[in-house]
Nanobody, 124 residues
Framework: QVQLVESGGGLVQAGGSLRLSCAAS????????MGWFRQAPGKEREFVSA????????YYADSVKGRFTISRDNTKNTLYLQMNSLQPEDTAVYYC?????????????????WGQGTQVTVSS
């Protein structure tokens, strides 16, 4: 069992930056593939970014490519999402997720554990 707790969300003006963190419990964090998803009001949850178990392979949604960076620190059991050049359309609840398989996936159905989410609001 893995418990995930996100933090770092908040209110920021357009063009600003935020860094989200996801603290994971459990001794096997380093073996999990990890991902970030987001859900805006009235919309379905969508993929943002994913990273493999070593951190050596990453994948991004086209909408965030070049602006967001996913990373992980397996010594701290923590996943990160650095978000730069934020835009109002990035406003959403952001969720981190973990999957038993160590590789990358952009499909939410392939993830086994989810955090409670953290709100990101970008004002124009």
């Amino acid at each position: 069992q893995v418990q995930l707790v996100e933090s770092g969300g908040g209110l920021v003006q357009a063009g600003g930056s935020l860094r989200l963190s996801c603290a994971a419990s459990g001794r096997t964090f380093s073996s999990y593939g990890m991902g970030w998803f987001r859900q805006a009001p009235g919309k379905e949850r969508e993929f943002v970014s994913a990273i493999n178990w070593t951190g050596g392979s990453t994948y991004y949604a086209d909408s965030v490519k070049g602006r967001f960076t996913i990373s992980r620190d397996n010594t701290k059991n923590t996943l990160y999402l650095q978000m730069n050049s934020l835009q109002p359309e990035d406003t959403a609840v952001y969720y981190c997720a973990a999957r038993f398989y160590s590789d990358i996936s952009y499909s939410s159905s392939s993830y086994d554990f989810w955090g409670q989410g953290t709100q990101v609001t970008v004002s124009s």
